[in-house]
């Protein structure tokens, strides 16, 4: 893999390997990387099929330039999309692509947003709190933070940072307000939480970041949205793979996934299917779920990492819930 493009952006693709291979394959054409980031699975792709050319998209323009700066070798074979992925169908359109031969969704931050101390993502850099995917999107994090009432900030931390102590930790955010920085929000976080809790599981302050993060760039809202229009604009065979990083994240791709592959049916499983439910995916077996372990320990955010993988077939009606 090359090294080419912007030097500053550092982020090493997830299960690289893995899913280049369930690629192999598909029909020819485009695949979406919906969260092209740095272009490491895209440019895995391009160098490993030449029958594919990849649709980036990012919310991020600067990821998007640094992927461009780095695959500019591939020439038409790549084309990026500003936009929140569930922009899928005004992409497309725009670019004149009619169908696409899969798609690839790697979720969450890159280690490049967490890595740029002024994007403020990080509890480890000082630095204005921002976490801001999208730097043209009118809120940040300081909105939350300052914003909130506590018994809002309370349900974000719990339920996207599943934070034990959220309460408490609202509640000294509340009283602390107001923060400007991560630092000083860092340091309000660690002070909330009870002494013993704190020397147990990383880093006081990590499950309070990503729930805001989480929060402030709303990312689980565009994903229903986003999975079922790739689905729809897959031709049979392609394939589609979603990398996440949060339970609530694997949650939503769950359930997407089964209800293409059921067709939404609730007959009894024991009966022929009745009510018209049509299929419109099958679950591809035999995938690894998680990076190995010598993945993990070579890269902290291949540690959460989970994949599943289904195929687009020509609809068809189910037989039945599985
Ligand atoms: C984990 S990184 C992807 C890294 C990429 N696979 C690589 O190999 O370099 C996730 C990227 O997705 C982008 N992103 C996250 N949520 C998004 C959304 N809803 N729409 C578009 N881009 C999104 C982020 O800005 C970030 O650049």
């Known amino acids: 893999m090359s090294d080419d493009g912007d030097p500053e952006f550092h982020h090493l ?17 485009f695949v979406l990387d919906a969260t092209l980031g740095g272009g490491g699975h895209a440019e895995h792709l391009l160098e490993r099929w030449p029958h594919l050319s990849i649709l980036g998209i990012d919310r991020d323009e600067r990821a998007l330039a640094a992927a461009q700066q780095r695959l500019a ?13 569930d922009g ?7 670019l004149h692509i009619d169908a696409l031969s899969g798609a690839l969704f790697d979720l969450g931050v890159s280690s ?6 002024e994007r403020g993502f990080s509890y480890r850099n000082d630095a204005p709190l921002d976490m801001r995917m999208d730097q043209t999107q009118p809120w940040s994090a300081a909105d939350v933070v300052n914003g909130y009432p506590a018994e809002q900030l309370a349900k974000v931390l719990q339920q996207y940072g599943d934070e034990r102590f959220a309460r408490r930790i609202a509640n000294a955010i509340v009283a602390a307000r107001p923060i400007e920085r991560t630092s000083q929000l860092a340091e309000v976080v660690v002070s909330a939480i009870p002494a013993a809790a704190r020397r147990t599981g990383g880093h006081p302050a990590k499950r309070t970041f990503q729930a805001i993060r989480i929060e402030v760039n709303a990312e ?5 949205t986003a999975l079922q229009s790739a689905i729809d604009h897959t031709r049979p065979g392609g394939r589609l793979a979603v990398l996440s990083y949060h339970s609530g994240e694997d949650r939503i791709v769950k359930d997407v996934f089964r209800t ?11 009966l022929p ?8 995916v099958r679950l591809v077996r035999g995938v690894r779920r998680t990076p190995t372990d010598a993945e993990q320990q070579g890269n902290r955010r291949a540690a959460s990492a989970r994949l599943r993988v289904v195929e687009r077939i020509e609809d068809s009606p189910t037989k039945g819930r599985r």
């Open 260 to 270: 293409n592959e059921t067709g939404g049916c609730e007959c009894p499983p024991e």
């Open 88 to 94: 899928l169908d005004i992409a497309m359109e725009a």
């Open 73 to 85: 070798r591939f020439g038409t074979r790549l084309q990026v999309f500003h936009t929140r992925f």
């Open 112 to 117: 490049h947003q967490l890595d740029v101390a």
């Open 273 to 280: 299917c009745v009510c018209d439910a049509v299929q419109t």
């Open 13 to 29: 693709p997830v299960m690289v390997h893995e899913i280049g291979e369930l690629f192999g394959g598909v029909p020819s054409g």
């Open 220 to 224: 689980l809202d565009a994903l229903p």
